[in-house]
């Protein structure tokens, strides 16, 4: 992952470039090692799609109560990163 550490286990933050990731967290035996939330087996992608389906932040919240705004953040600024640099397919003409 060109210069990228995740860490391999879940009270480890994750680390990228710009920015200590402290949110998210990984281990292999959890949710097969996709980032996770503080170790909770509520995945980054979960979070991500969720807003990208309109959902505010309270809402999501309210949806899972153990989450906190600045895990909501973390999530997007998390999958923000993961995609910075990447060449990713596209629909024809976009």
Known sequence: ?????????????????????????????????????RGLRIPVATIVALVAEGETTESILALYPDLEADDVREALLFAAEAVRERTLPLAAGE
């Open 1 to 37: 992952m060109g210069g990228f550490q995740i860490a391999t286990t879940w009270d480890q933050g994750v680390q990228y470039p710009h920015m200590a990731y402290t949110r998210i967290t990984t281990d292999p035996g959890q949710m097969g090692g996709v980032p996770c939330l």
